[in-house]
């Protein structure tokens, strides 16, 4: 019974000293790409941020990115967000099996910039996963049960201001 507890103690030692020291071996050019094109995916759009992610494993695998600028599109100039941080915490689980799945979203100083354009087009409505998600969550008829789940978890806005 002591051999096991020994063992069950230096696995957990193991474990921890791995997801502490494991984000240092992930190259920034490839954290940054990964993270960028997750995003870009997401939402439909091209997304940049200055300097490299801080990510951590332990307590909870999150990333947090500097002066992030999210425009109107792939053929826009026009700044759409900018956020002075973006932090977010994704959960575990899914992770070793390979998906990423968001816990939370925290924008920290963000600006928004909504605008129509001369055709009557805004340019809030999002493409991507999360855009798909909210289409097909307008196309259910309220006597419909089913319902679509838009995976963002908990996203939260600090000290943010939206221009129109």
């Known amino acids: 019974m002591k051999r096991l507890a020994i063992i069950l103690a230096a696995a957990l030692i193991l474990s921890t000293g791995l997801l502490l020291v494991a984000p240092q071996f992930i190259p920034a050019d490839t954290a940054r790409a990964q993270i960028a094109e997750q995003i870009e995916q997401w939402i439909g759009r091209p997304v940049a941020f200055a300097g490299e992610p801080d990510i951590t494993l332990f307590p909870r695998p999150s990333v947090r990115l500097r002066d992030v600028v999210i425009s109107d599109g792939d053929q826009s100039e026009e700044v759409f967000i900018q956020v002075d941080e973006l ?62 789940e838009v995976p963002l978890g908990r996203f939260q806005i600090i000290d943010g201001t939206i221009t129109f």
């Open 87 to 148: 932090v977010g915490t994704f959960r575990l689980l899914p992770m070793l099996i390979g998906r990423i799945e968001a816990n939370s979203f925290q924008l920290i100083r963000p600006s928004i910039a909504l605008r129509v354009d001369e055709t009557g087009r805004s340019n809030w409505a999002f493409g991507g996963t999360l855009g798909e998600r909210v289409s097909e969550a307008q196309l259910i008829e309220p006597t419909n049960e089913a319902t679509v």
